[in-house]
């Protein structure tokens, strides 16, 4: 499967964003697809995943509820809409898929280019 990230754009404290990662390849339905981010400096952090049914994890701990994946198996995309933006979520994001709904990145094999999101204070 082959995946491509994009939405991602400077928006100010409070703002929102939705970003979406497309998905070419017969396979998609049967993929976990799940969101990243790696911010200046840091490691690369989970940020949620959905299966094809539409179950869902998030990093509660990262995203306190801001956050929402969904996914459109008819148009092989998945979209993360974030709400209340703030300055630490600023990083390059990358969609990416697996075969369970995992919070580690080595659990990934495919991954997206990223698109960068920028949060100004």
């Known amino acids: 499967v082959q995946l491509q990230a994009s939405g991602g754009g400077l928006v100010q404290a409070g703002g929102s964003l939705r970003l979406s990662c497309g998905a070419s390849?017969?396979?998609?339905?049967?993929?976990?697809i799940g969101w990243f981010r790696r911010a200046p400096g840091k490691e690369r952090e989970f940020v949620a995943a959905?299966?094809?049914?539409?179950?869902?994890?998030y990093n509660t701990n990262a995203i306190e509820g801001r956050f929402t994946i969904s996914r459109d198996n008819t148009k092989n995309t998945v979209s993360l809409q974030m709400n209340s933006l703030k300055p630490e979520d600023t990083a390059v994001y990358y969609c990416?898929?697996?075969?369970?709904?995992?919070?580690?990145?080595?659990?990934?094999?495919?991954w997206g280019q990223g698109t960068q999101v920028t949060v100004s204070s």
């Open positions: 959905i299966t094809w049914g539409g179950d869902r994890r």
């Open positions: 990416a898929a697996a075969r369970g709904l995992y919070s580690s990145d080595s659990y990934y094999p495919y």
């Open positions: 390849g017969r396979t998609f339905s049967s993929y976990v």
